[in-house]
């Protein structure tokens, strides 16, 4: 399973404080080696101010050394540094959480303060004492701490670089206290900040932003998609509502087209996303929330991005989707189906569908599979969808009741069949739907095409993994 794990891949576009969840992760399956993985997060702790989490790594890692001293040191100093940042932004607090404050506060950021300057001589620079503080408790691990901050910075201020950062900070601190109603919200609102104006480059720390030639909008667009597209993981695949979230947004053309050209890997996550949400959309009736046809239709276009970039990414959750409804290939589906459940089973995302998933993986099967026959044995039917007689047996049963199915299908349990009588399609409709069929598969080569030849050209940008967004609280 080592070779599908995409921990490494992922946490480059990832804050540090985000990447510590995953390699707990990794220590709990134990695919790879766990002194292997504790040293990993020690180097990633070490670059933090949680001294004593650093501390027990090392005495882990190396129980025969003694801890460096340069820990004291940099605790020494973190004291110091916390108690002069407290002070700067109480400051601050006390201020705007004056009642009288409050209610003199407007949607205008300009007007605010200049009423805060000319009344409270509160300046910019000193509103800044609050996004230092917030990044400053971020560092050591008070992450609710910092989510306050963060946003009573961002209310007041009006530093679009800065806010930009409190944002990914903001976002950061919901994720890893787990409110995922908020950072849902937080990342519908950082995601309307991308994409409504190329963006101030969001690089990574300031030293190596200074050294750093600035990227052209587009490019700096596309980058602060791409760390979007990863975090977001981490709402769409908590979130009640998270899947079916996650199909309206990457499907979306923008942030499709910065999957496919920047992270093919997240085509896994699609995938899933879509697997997980066919039933829902199979079965919602018109008293529950409408779908959108992006939703509804997920499969039909997940499976053609995937046969886009197979030549650039594919795993056996792809893969299933590949050999089902491209190649028709239900032995090759049974088989990579079986690898996609280990796939999904170790992966920290979505180790948590493992049983929908392959719930849903099997409906996807036999509505293929009865799509095309109108004779099926049911023996032969559980035998690819990895099931025992019985099992499957029972299942098929249970899919066919609760599912539109079942006006199509009925059971003979003498001769262990399911014989589907459905109507035939009026031969205008068959023109139809192959005429649709053929522009579809037009337009995707046209745009196959295009992409060849920028290519080609040496067109096609590429974001840089050593660039981050301004989350400036590692």
């Known amino acids: ?22 390699l707990a992760h990794l220590l709990e399956i134990s695919i790879f080696p766990d002194q292997d993985v504790q040293t990993a997060q020690y180097e990633l702790a070490k670059g933090t101010n949680m001294f004593d989490y650093a501390v027990q790594l ?9 801890v460096p001293l340069e820990f004291d040191v940099k ?18 607090l006390d201020v705007i959480e004056n009642p ?12 605010n303060l200049q009423y805060l300057k000319d009344n409270y001589n509160l300046t910019l620079e000193q509103i800044t004492a609050l996004y230092n503080f917030g990044q400053f408790q971020y560092s050591y691990g008070n992450y609710s701490g910092a989510a306050d901050y963060l946003y009573h910075f961002r209310v007041l201020s009006t530093d679009n670089d800065l806010n930009t950062s409190a ?6 601190s919901d994720i890893l206290t787990g409110k995922w109603d908020i950072a849902l919200e937080e990342l519908n609102t ?3 900040v991308i994409d409504s104006r190329a963006p101030a480059p969001l690089l990574a ?13 587009a490019l700096a667009q596309l980058h602060s998609r791409t760390w979007l597209v990863h975090w977001s993981l981490f709402v769409y695949f908590n979130h009640p509502q998270g899947r079916t979230l996650l199909l309206e947004t990457f499907l979306a053309p923008t942030y499709l087209n910065t999957i496919q050209t920047s992270s093919p890997w997240i085509l896994r996550y699609l995938a899933a996303a879509a697997i997980l949400s066919r039933k829902t959309t199979t079965t919602s009736t018109s008293t529950s929330t409408p779908l959108s046809s992006r939703v509804r239709n997920a499969i039909r276009e997940v499976v053609k991005v995937i046969q886009t970039e197979e030549y650039q990414y594919q795993d056996p959750v792809t893969s299933f989707l590949k050999e089902l409804y491209i190649e028709f290939d239900f032995e090759a589906a049974q088989r990579e189906l079986a690898l996609a459940e280990e796939v999904v089973a170790n992966d920290f995302f979505l180790n948590e569908f493992r049983e929908e998933f392959l719930d849903n993986a099997r409906y996807l ?10 004779k099926i044995d049911i023996a032969d039917l559980s035998e690819r969808l990895n099931l025992s007689r019985d099992e499957g047996e029972k299942w098929i049963v249970n899919l066919i009741r609760e599912t539109r199915m079942g006006a199509d299908a009925k059971i003979d349990l003498e001769k262990n069949v399911i014989e589907i009588n459905r109507p035939a399609l009026p031969i205008y409709q068959t023109v139809i739907e192959k005429t649709r069929g053929l522009a579809l598969r037009t337009q995707a080569l046209g745009a196959a095409v295009g992409r060849t030849g920028q290519q080609g050209q040496g067109q096609t940008p590429k974001v840089a993994e050593n660039q981050a967004p301004v989350v400036t609280v590692n």
């Not at 399973?1 to 995953?22: E, G």
Request: proline share 8%; charged share 20%.
């Open 75 to 92: 605790r020494t100093n973190a004291v110091s540094t916390h108690e002069r940042l407290q002070q700067e932004a109480q400051a601050v």
């Open 365 to 374: 099967i036999s509505e293929a599979y009865c799509r095309i026959h109108q």
């Open 167 to 172: 944002h990914w900070g903001k976002l950061a």
């Open 58 to 66: 090392f005495t882990q890692i190396y129980p025969d050394q003694p």
């Open 205 to 217: 720390p300031s030293s190596a932003a200074t050294s750093a030639a600035t990227p052209e909008p």
């Open 100 to 111: 009288d404050v409050a209610q003199a506060l407007r949607q205008d950021k300009n007007q």
């Open 1 to 22: 399973m080592t070779d599908y794990d995409l921990s490494k891949t992922i946490i480059p576009y990832l804050d540090r404080h985000l990447s510590f969840p995953l």
């Open 190 to 192: 950082l995601r309307d």
